[in-house]
């Protein structure tokens, strides 16, 4: 298998979590250098492996979130997987676990038992709830956490139910900040001189809580509770989609004076800038239906070919709504290499998502797509333990990989 190098190759991570949120946040760290040995139950493994759709039985929820990574299978619940573990713990960087609170202390595989063995392990936690609080023993996937954070309460339109996300939004945040927060502690151990590690407590709700900015100041201070207002910003205009005349979506944003400004102009609406009840945001906010007819009688009338050749150049943002299909074939995408095309055993050619984001001087890249269940037993245990094959042997004999 061939191996690479990034801004993160030599850190060793024992990823324990399953489904989506940990591994989003190794998933990122693989993909820049990070050798990342997802331990998996011998039977079954992840459940993520049984997240369609499938080709030939293999999950493609598995082949890309799972690319770069090594798998290892491990029983945790016996005694001896538990011994391997912390032998496994004493020689890695990182952490990452995502069973409810107190299971691994259960097992004596708690951040304390484990800093016994490894005092300058980083453990990052997931969990619904965090391990504090009095929802922490709760489960708590990520719709859940979803629904609590404020953020589905203010998406949809105002005569419709809340709009929950296509994708696991809050697992995939909560794995973006819990790699973030895992660089952090590994700066501070490393580079700060802090020498230990320690455990950080991410919750599936609050990052997304995080993303909600003034939304608790405005409550507090103005006693405005953010309601559900379609695709309008609530604090800017104008913003929205609009349907042109060859019935494709279009997303405009000119949220600034100066994009206002430019956009009115490219359209040749040059009349909007005198009338009083768009001269500023405030005034744009106070008319924003009678502004988003003004754009939608405009845009309505011309195909999206015309709409993106008048108003980029002048400097206007406007995008179109791209599905998949649309996404493969632009040429931008293709440029920047956001999509790549690797060679899986189990798939064959086949395109995923690229590395995001780009460096200039120790990029990511994607050496392999999702491993096989067990598939690098001999090569963890070997050259990370010094296991022979008659060890594995007896190991897999005794289910305890």
Not at 50 to 67: A, E, Y
Not at 168 to 196: C, I, N, Q, W
């Amino acid at each position: 298998m061939m191996e690479h190098s990034g801004p993160l190759n030599g850190v060793k991570v024992l990823d324990l979590s399953t489904i989506v949120a940990g591994g989003t946040a190794t998933s990122l760290m693989a993909d820049f250098g990070a050798e990342v040995i997802k331990v998996e139950r011998p039977t079954g493994g992840d459940p993520l492996r049984n997240w369609g759709p499938f080709v030939d039985g293999v999950s493609l929820w598995w082949k890309v979130h799972s690319r770069n990574k090594k798998s290892v299978t491990l029983d945790l619940r016996l005694p001896q997987g538990q011994n391997i573990l912390k032998e496994l713990a004493a020689q890695a960087d990182l952490m990452v676990e995502g069973f409810r609170p107190d299971t691994l202390e259960g097992w004596g595989l708690g951040p304390d038992d484990l800093f016994r063995v490894n005092s300058r392990l980083v453990v990052v936690r997931f969990s619904g709830f965090g391990q504090t609080g009095p929802y922490r023993d709760r489960a708590g996937f990520g719709t859940i956490a979803e629904c609590m954070s404020g953020m589905i309460g203010m998406t949809g339109f105002p005569d419709t139910p809340p709009v929950l996300p296509p994708v696991p939004m809050a697992d995939e945040v909560a794995g973006t900040f819990g790699a973030l927060s895992a660089m952090m502690a590994l700066y501070h151990r490393d580079a700060l001189g802090g020498k230990s590690g320690q455990v950080i407590d991410m919750s599936l709700f609050e990052p997304l809580f995080r993303l909600c900015i003034p939304h608790v100041t405005i409550y507090d201070l103005l006693n405005i509770v953010r309601e559900r207002v379609g695709n309008d910003f609530p604090d800017a205009a104008p913003r929205n989609l609009y349907k042109t005349g060859d019935g494709h979506w279009l997303g405009l944003s000119a949220t600034s004076q100066s994009t206002w400004e430019v956009l009115v102009k490219a359209m040749g609406l040059t009349e909007l800038l005198a009338d009083p009840r768009f001269k500023d945001n405030a005034s744009r906010m106070a008319h924003r239906q009678e502004l988003n007819r003004e754009l939608q009688e405009w845009i309505g009338a011309r195909p999206l070919e015309t709409v993106m050749e008048t108003i980029v150049p002048a400097g206007g943002v406007v995008g179109p709504v791209y599905d998949m299909a649309q996404i493969v074939e632009d040429p931008h995408y293709q440029a920047r290499e956001d999509i790549l095309e690797i060679d899986d055993p189990e798939l064959g050619r086949t395109r995923m998502v690229g590395v995001v984001p780009k460096f200039s001087e120790t990029p990511g890249r994607v050496s392999h797509a999702g491993p096989r269940l067990g598939e690098h037993n001999i090569q963890v245990y070997g050259s990370w333990l010094g296991y022979d094959e008659e060890k594995l042997r007896s190991l897999s004999e005794e289910k305890v990989i």
